[in-house]
């Protein structure tokens, strides 16, 4: 056969890319298991870093296994609420944290009397720690817009559901040395004992711009270098905060009457 | 026709000279982009300079073994099927079981497509050569990439990290914050260190091979 004719030509393309399209179906088909195994895995240690219980997961022979059992140790009840505070059904884990924010962006640029609807549609997943003496932390996970991608992270609260306990930071791909710091212990240390109550109004907590006040419960020190990032994990806290603030000021008002 | 036996000094040639005196990186000035880029930390661009022999490698290997059935009129875009159709496979083997690896490489495991050293050495190379020559020239620039690769990760991470392979190796008592003389460079970290490094490597190597220098 002629190999410059058009035909040839026809074939041979539609041939070589059927075949390579096979090859690759069956690969990502095949490696789909430990890919979300990998993936999920993540999303659980993320989730116990928070509360610090990510300690001797590098020493451990299995990651695998030293998160599973932490989780299925220290996890022990996850549920769903809307915006207004409300419980939902679902699973909390399973819940698209992307997908979710891009909700929560609709409910704050709504306007005021759309805004009730649009929290029901929420769904935010809470996740219960109880520690080994039996005090039981609250975890959301957290997500906003960075520099240069998605930056998200996990909080979690005593259960006055006012003070931080833990909090753990990530980012698609900020600028390392200076925005990326937002993913280091040094940073996201600085959130334990800061409070996002005062009274009853939400303050979430600030990341400020050469260095919080000291003694403010509400801020911390931002990143030289990295202003934009550390704008952003503030917005990130207000707006996700925001969201959760039914459900919070229920439990917390619970606490103080 | 006598046969050529599997390993002889040719084909050994094949796979020291891009190393050396034919290293992609340094001489070819070729695929500098991924080596600003993944070469902060070691163990990413040792996994790197791994994935771009496999996929240099059987990417030479496959289009060899087709070189006579390719129509000419669309030789190159048989040419990025083949690479294409490797770098997604290189992709989602490391997701499965390099995942966090995979995480710091990000996007430029698939940008490794882009790299001009695979399609070079193809048409250079695969498109008139047999399919095992081919397989150890691609091997081959896979290696000296690879090489520089590391060396200049050793060093990024060394200076700008004070570890290596993610091991502790500057002692923690002479950082300043625990009351020592020592800070990391920050600048390591930054991409424009990674060409001055690759630009050191390149000076000393050829104040080494004087034939390498341009009249």
């Known amino acids: ?83 207004n505070g409300n419980r939902k059904e679902g699973d909390a884990f399973r819940i698209d944290i992307a997908e979710e924010y891009n909700k929560i962006k609709a409910v704050i640029t709504a306007k005021e009397e759309d805004k009730q609807s649009l929290r029901a549609q929420l769904t935010l997943p809470v996740f219960v720690c109880k520690e080994d003496d039996g005090a039981v932390k609250y975890i959301i996970p957290v997500r906003g817009v960075g520099l240069w991608g998605p930056i998200w992270g996990y909080l979690s609260l005593n259960d006055d559901f006012n003070t931080i306990f833990g909090a753990v930071f990530d980012h698609k791909g900020e600028t390392p040395g200076l925005g990326a710091e937002i993913a280091t212990k040094a940073f996201s240390g600085q959130f334990t004992g800061k409070k996002i109550f005062d009274g009853e109004v939400l303050t979430a907590v600030k990341v400020v711009k050469g260095g919080a006040p000291k003694g403010d419960l509400h801020a911390v020190d931002a990143i030289s270098g990295g202003t934009i990032t550390s704008n952003s994990v503030t917005d990130m806290l207000r707006d996700c905060l925001e969201q959760y603030k039914a459900f919070f000021l229920n439990g917390k008002l619970k606490i103080e009457n | 026709m006598e046969k050529e036996p599997m390993f002889s000094a040719k084909i050994l040639k094949l796979f020291t000279d891009p190393i050396n005196k034919g290293n992609p990186i340094t001489v070819l000035i070729l695929g500098i982009c991924s080596a600003l880029a993944v070469t902060v930390k070691l163990e990413p661009a040792l996994v790197m300079a791994v994935s771009v022999t496999i996929v240099t490698g059987f990417a030479s290997f496959i289009v060899s073994i087709l070189r006579n059935t390719i129509p000419n009129r669309i030789r190159i875009i048989v040419q990025l099927v083949v690479v294409a159709a490797l770098v997604i496979l290189v992709d989602q083997i490391l997701r499965a079981y390099a995942y966090d690896v995979s995480k710091q490489l990000s ?17 250079a190379f695969a ?88 009249k």
Request: glycine share 12%; hydrophobic share 45%.
């Open chain 2, 127 to 214: 498109l008139g050569n047999k399919p095992w020559p081919s397989l150890v020239d691609g091997l081959g620039n896979g290696a000296g990439y690879g090489l520089i690769l590391v060396i200049v990760a050793f060093f990024r991470e060394l200076l700008g990290s004070g570890t290596v392979l993610g091991f502790q190796v500057v002692p923690e008592s002479w950082y300043m914050k625990n009351g020592g003389f020592y800070e990391n460079n920050g600048l390591m970290i930054l991409p424009p260190m990674a060409l001055i490094i690759v630009g050191l490597i390149i000076w000393i190597q050829r104040s080494f091979n004087k034939q390498l220098i341009e």
């Open chain 2, 107 to 123: 996007v430029f495991v698939g940008l490794i497509i882009t790299n001009c050293i695979i399609m070079g050495r193809i048409e």
């Open chain 1, 1 to 83: 056969m002629n190999r410059n004719s058009n035909t040839y030509t026809f074939l041979y393309a539609t041939i070589l890319v059927v075949v390579v399209a096979a090859a690759l179906s069956v690969a990502a088909l095949g490696l789909k298991g430990p890919q979300e195994k990998n993936i999920e895995i993540e999303k659980k240690l993320s989730i116990l870093s928070s509360v610090g219980k990510d300690r001797g997961v590098k020493e451990a022979a299995s990651k695998n296994d030293f998160v599973e059992t932490a989780y299925g140790k220290y996890i022990v009840e996850s549920f769903v609420v809307d915006g």
